[in-house]
């Protein structure tokens, strides 16, 4: 492949524009069998909290209309088993971005500190769609002043490139993408799924055991083109798009729309090789439009429109 | 437990795909390089990219047993009940369908002198048959099988022409006596005698299995058939709760467990 | 059936459940041919503007992974129009509800001005996801401030009884209710569709020529019954339910989560039919369930959950 | 214009559904109640309701012309070039295909002693063969034929079948002119005498055509196949630009218009 498919991601030097979500892609290991993990710029880890977690009880998950609904909750090993066992498990030359959720703001710093000067840590990010108890079970990733708090607390206690994951159940995502811009992010990540609610007609309840879950897939896809688009007008703050991308094309989507790169999620549940079908088609795009560098796609949407 | 191995991932191609008894159909797979597997293990299919066209709705791929292998062609028995079936029973000889497979962790062989006692209804009892075929001349197998009706009932001939015995209870007694397959299953426990129960079907009759084999201090496995995404331990959506307040995840930890340290209050 | 299908919603008898969604329906007699209009609640007419408007250039709609794009601007015959030459073409006892939108209240208040009194107008429902010339072109139904204005105007303006359809882009769909009980609505409709952007991998460009657009369709449907489900939790106000309805059982679930009534969209189009045969089918759900009336579906959702 | 019948919602039964030449096939369904059609007239097919599993994506019926008609049996030849074709593509004799149709308005009638040139084509052959047979005999009917390929060309043993005279061109000189079919009507036009063009094809093929006939004063009509999301006038999807500034729906006050009346350079 004759294309340059090398992007810089808010500091991270990646070989490709494709990285897998958190959440979607366990610790990296899990998908060895299916894919060299090589062959994507890198993954983003599930997300970590101070201590082990044990999540909802089920079911957690739910089939919709082209996407699913999870309500997984915190479940995660916690921040020290990832970096005592999770990380020592991968192959040399994986990128690695781990990502952090909590509760409280202090617990999110608490986190950072325990990853800083991890050596196979590439960067970090920041999950603000997680509940905040102290405003009462909103999103930290909802009030801009709070995400301002989170990100500030953030940052101070991290050195290596940070991304801010942002929420897309908000009116105004430009607005949050200025807070992270504001507050000394790296980088942001958009969007995390969105809060819904499936029921079921015979049992007349809720399917999934928590009510609410965020639905993830192909259906939230064009939502996140929207939502990308619209932070990449709004900062200068690279930006890695998320949501619903199953082929390179919907991958492309999100690079002309201003995307530095690409996280694939719930599609890695589907074909676990995936991501790397990706990385190669978005070059094999490239190559076909003449473009000699994948990260000439960025931003490269026909402007005067949206 | 047996130990894993390693699964693939593939564009099958459809050998044949023809229905056996009521709403079931029998499938079969072309998987090159299929590593083999272990009774009780299965397979992630996607009916949503059957039929080459691409499509996101159904989403899902499906969680389906190994019925049988034979080489690189695997077998599965499969019942029509909702969207995702529907389009798998739809695919036709030479069409593709993606597969990741083997996964989880098989049912493991009862101890010596052990009588394996396997017990399935419903879908269930596509996740028994490999079992009861590498049991079967080695150890005292007894199959017990449970469905509505005669129809219903999976892979019928397939069990009979084994070296088991095989026992079935129909809900209309359409198909040997007329009741529940937990009846059986307690007259073989009152037979007595050093057992192990291997239960797959609905989570009640899984329940009520382990109830039965408990008081009687036989040992238990159920193989769960929960709602997956992933199917490889990844998006965590299959978790069963555990008695000690825990969680394990049915597609790695599983889909075998010890009926003892499952919470069945709380199972979906 | 000896189900009774009957529902009062914000004060309007309906002999079931089942509307059609403004701008899905025409002015109802398009859908003459294919469907009895009595055999359903009623409809929600296209959204009425002044004077008659011409949309935007095409393409105007797109398809999108279980739902459709779309961006048709405000083309309409206009309110005379509608009075005049719509609304005498319509048999005898169909339940007319007439929409309104505009960029600026006063002209939403002189609409509906235009239709007060017009006796086959049984509602009007205020479409509150309307760009708002004044600030900036963000929807009236996205800041609390604009939406109570919008609706303390319309209030004035309307005595029949006032429906405000809510604009789902916003952080918190509960505060947006409670503004609309607080000026005196009779009752809310939701969801619009949700903005979103499709892209054209080839041209580079978005695929609809006015760049954003709204998803409508089943994808957006878990979305939506979120939405209803939490705004029923924040007020006492009769809920219209609205999003990828397909089925009777569809409808049913935004009954259970506290719809007094749904408006069947996007389906229209793939089946003119459609809206009827949802009738039927929640009667026959509410029979089979052992439901006496189709009314005591509503909320009917097991608590405790969500 | 002709007057419209009015239309029906039905679940029509698949007949036939087999390929025609090159990517193109021929879809017969039994439509109960069919009204009958004008030439140029369409109707809404739904592929994602085509295999019996309820399915959400692809989600839009699509528009096809209708071919010919015999009573309750109507043709439709299309092209696969994206998911909804592709589903159509697959169903089988028996399944049924929501249809909804006829719809439009359809192509008028020549003036008396006018000469019909009926110019087509890719998909937009299948729109003009019944206006071939049913002015075939009674006017002077010419029928140019476009493709990029022999394969390509919708129903030309038909259009052989009728007296009309028959000329193709296409891109690659498998069959007929090397060239475009334009070409073929700048001859036609050349030949001179009262006539009226009738257009329907790739949207620069319907403007040069257009371009063509109004430097020789003579009328055209054309067919315009924009994206539609009902068919029926409800959803504004499928509005086209006029002159005028003002717009028109194609679904209802099309597919067929005046070539003169359209704003050429706003259409998608
Ligand atoms: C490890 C494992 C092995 C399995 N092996 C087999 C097998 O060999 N043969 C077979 O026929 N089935 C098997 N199943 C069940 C099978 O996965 C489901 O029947 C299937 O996913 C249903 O998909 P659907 O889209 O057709 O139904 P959906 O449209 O998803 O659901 C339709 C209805 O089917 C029921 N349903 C949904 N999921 C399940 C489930 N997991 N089990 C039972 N009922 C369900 C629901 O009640 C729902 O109302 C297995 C499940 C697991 C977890
Ligand atoms: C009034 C009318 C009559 C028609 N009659 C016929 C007919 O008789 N036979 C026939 O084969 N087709 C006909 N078409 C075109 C047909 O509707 C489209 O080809 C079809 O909708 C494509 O659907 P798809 O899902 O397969 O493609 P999509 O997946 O929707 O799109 C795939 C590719 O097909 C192309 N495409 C999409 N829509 C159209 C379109 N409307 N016209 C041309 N290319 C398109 C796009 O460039 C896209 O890249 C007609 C269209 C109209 C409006
Ligand atoms: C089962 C599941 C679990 C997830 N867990 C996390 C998580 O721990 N942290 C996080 O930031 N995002 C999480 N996500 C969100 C995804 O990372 C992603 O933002 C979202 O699914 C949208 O992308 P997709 O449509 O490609 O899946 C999860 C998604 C799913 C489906
Ligand atoms: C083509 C189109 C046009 C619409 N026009 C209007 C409108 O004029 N006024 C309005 O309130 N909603 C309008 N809507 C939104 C619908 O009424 C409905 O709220 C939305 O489509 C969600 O419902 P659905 O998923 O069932 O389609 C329109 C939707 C579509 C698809
Ligand atoms: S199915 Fe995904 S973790 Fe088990
Ligand atoms: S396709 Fe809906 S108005 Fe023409």
Redesign the interface.
């Known amino acids: 492949m004759s294309v340059d498919t090398g992007v810089d991601l808010a500091g991270i030097p990646l070989r490709n524009p494709v990285l897998t979500a958190s959440?979607?892609?366990?610790y990296g290991s899990?998908?060895a069998?299916?894919l060299d993990l090589r062959r994507i710029g890198g993954f983003v880890a599930?997300s970590l909290t101070l201590e082990p977690r044990?999540?909802n009880?089920?079911?957690?998950?739910?089939?919709?209309?082209?996407?699913?609904?999870?309500a997984?909750s915190l479940?995660n090993v916690g921040v020290d088993a990832f970096v005592r066992e999770k990380l020592p498990a991968l192959p040399e030359g994986v990128v690695v971005i781990a990502s952090v959720f909590e509760t409280e703001i202090d617990r999110y710093a608490e986190v950072c500190k325990r990853l800083a000067g991890v050596g196979r840590v590439a960067g970090i990010e920041i999950n603000a769609s997680c509940p905040h108890v102290k405003s009462g079970g909103?999103e930290f990733g909802?009030d801009p002043a709070v995400l301002a708090q989170l990100v500030r607390a953030a940052r101070r206690a991290v050195q290596v490139p940070m991304l801010v994951k942002l929420s897309p159940?908000?009116?105004?995502i430009a607005a949050m993408a200025r807070v992270c811009e504001g507050e000394g992010a790296d980088g942001i990540s958009l969007i995390n799924a969105?809060?819904?609610?499936?029921?079921d007609?015979e049992?007349?309840?809720?399917v999934l055991?928590?009510?609410?879950g965020g639905?993830s897939?192909?259906?939230?896809?064009?939502?996140a083109?929207?939502m990308v688009?619209q932070a990449a007008q709004a900062v200068k703050l690279p930006i890695c798009g998320i949501g619903?991308i199953?082929?390179a094309?919907d991958a492309?989507?999100f690079l002309?729309?201003g995307a530095s790169a690409v996280q694939v999620g719930?599609s890695?549940?589907?074909?676990?090789?995936i991501a790397g079908e990706i990385a190669d088609g978005i070059a094999a795009?490239a190559e076909r439009c003449g473009f000699a560098r994948v990260s000439d796609l960025v931003g490269?949407?026909?402007s005067g429109?949206? | 437990m047996s130990d894993r191995a390693?699964?693939?991932?593939t564009d099958a191609q459809v050998v044949s795909n023809e229905s056996a008894s009521g709403a079931n159909l029998r499938l079969v797979l072309r998987v090159p390089g299929f590593p083999g597997f272990e009774p009780g293990q299965f397979a992630m299919l996607?009916p949503?990219?059957c039929t080459g066209v691409?499509r996101?709705?159904?989403?899902?791929?499906r969680p389906m047993a190994i019925y049988r292998a034979r080489g690189d062609e695997i077998e599965v028995v499969y019942k029509v009940v909702g969207r995702g079936t529907g389009l798998l029973s739809q695919v036709r000889p030479g069409e593709r369908v993606?597969v990741?497979g083997p996964l989880g962790l098989g049912f493991g062989e009862p101890g010596p002198g052990e009588r394996a006692i396997l017990v399935a209804g419903g879908t269930g009892i596509a996740s028994v048959y490999e079992l009861a075929a590498r049991l079967a001349g080695r150890f005292d197998v007894v199959v017990l099988l449970g469905a509505r009706t005669r129809d219903d009932l999976m892979g019928r001939d397939d069990f009979a022409g084994l070296d088991v015995r095989l026992e079935i209870a129909s809900e209309d007694g359409s198909e040997g006596i007329e009741g529940l397959v937990t009846a059986l299953l307690e007259d073989e426990l009152d037979a007595g005698g050093p057992a192990r129960v291997y239960a797959c079907g609905p989570t009640a009759m899984m329940r009520a299995a382990a109830d039965l084999a408990a008081s009687r201090g036989v040992a238990c496995v159920v193989s769960l058939e929960?709602?997956?995404?992933?199917?490889?331990?990844?998006?965590?959506?299959?978790?069963?709760?555990l008695a000690d307040?825990?969680?394990a995840l049915v597609c790695r930890d599983g889909p075998v467990f010890d009926a003892n340290i499952l919470r069945w209050d709380?199972?979906?």
Do not use: H
């Open positions: 959440g979607t892609f366990g899990e998908f069998p299916f599930k044990v999540g009880l089920p079911p957690r998950i739910a089939e919709a209309p082209s996407g699913m609904l999870n997984i479940e909103i909802q159940n908000v009116t105004d969105v809060q819904a609610l499936e029921v007609v049992r007349r309840r809720p055991a928590n009510g609410l639905l897939g192909p259906a939230i896809r064009p939502i083109l929207r688009w619903g199953t082929s094309e492309v989507k002309l729309c719930t890695n549940y589907l074909d676990p090789a795009y490269a949407l026909e429109t949206g | 390693l699964p693939i991932r996607s949503g990219a691409d996101s709705d159904p989403l899902l791929p993606r990741v929960n709602t997956m995404a992933c199917g490889f331990g990844v998006c965590l959506g299959c978790a069963a709760p307040g825990g969680s709380a199972l979906a």
